[in-house]
């Protein structure tokens, strides 16, 4: 298996973090967003939309989209209940960290940290679609918890942490969110990895 992806990317580090939990061996083709490696023929030719992450299996077939890969990836661990319906919460969050999180979250980071813009240049509805989102996450967790689905850790916790942990790279105020910090901590301990130092 190939992951062509990007380490500052929260989407490319799912993957890597699924795999490690799963036991998946990969390769990591490390690619540049900034320099325009998404944009050659030969990664078009495996992801037309130009992004990563991107999966290539050994036996040519790609995927691409990061909840999607982590999705397949994952089919009959333990990171994905087996309930139809605790399955579907799962892809409720997932579907919604897409459309109401990280169109906010991860922009703002990107633009702040990477393209090195002021907080007070950036559209403000960026900013208050980021803190809707991370109140909508503080709300769940608060008298829930430990994860998400409350129980069992799943791919909801690892597609949400990826851009949440960096969220005051863009200058979010996460520590107004006690209930999202203590989550933070207890998925980043499920995944093996430290604290987010930018
Ligand atoms: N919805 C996609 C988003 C992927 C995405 O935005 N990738 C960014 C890096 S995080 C990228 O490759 N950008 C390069 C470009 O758009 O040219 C996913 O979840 O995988």
């Known amino acids: 298996l190939q992951i062509y992806g990007d380490s500052i990317s929260g989407n490319c580090l799912k993957v890597k973090w699924t795999c490690d939990l799963i036991g998946r061996s990969y390769d990591w083709i490390e690619m540049s967003v900034t320099a325009g490696d998404t944009r050659t023929p030969a990664f078009l030719a495996i992801n037309p939309v130009g992004q990563v992450p991107a999966i290539v299996f050994d036996d040519g077939r790609a995927l691409a989209q990061s909840n999607a890969i982590i999705l397949h990836l994952a089919e ?9 319906f605790a399955r579907a919460k799962m892809l409720e969050w997932m579907f919604w960290e897409q459309y109401s999180h990280e169109p906010y979250v991860a922009v703002v980071r990107f633009q702040v940290k990477e393209l090195g813009k002021s ?45 949440t942990r960096m969220a005051r790279d863009g200058d979010l105020a996460l520590d107004r969110y006690p209930g999202v910090l203590a989550w933070i901590a207890r998925v980043e301990g499920r995944l093996g990895i430290g604290a987010y130092a930018p």
Do not use: C, K
């Open 76 to 84: 009959g661990s333990a990171l994905i209940p087996a309930d139809p």
């Open 119 to 163: 907080p007070g240049d950036l559209e403000p509805r960026l900013y208050e679609r980021s803190y809707a989102a991370l109140q909508r996450l503080e709300d769940a967790l608060t008298g829930g918890g430990p994860f998400l689905l409350r129980q069992p850790f799943t791919l909801a916790d690892i597609s949400l942490v990826a851009y």
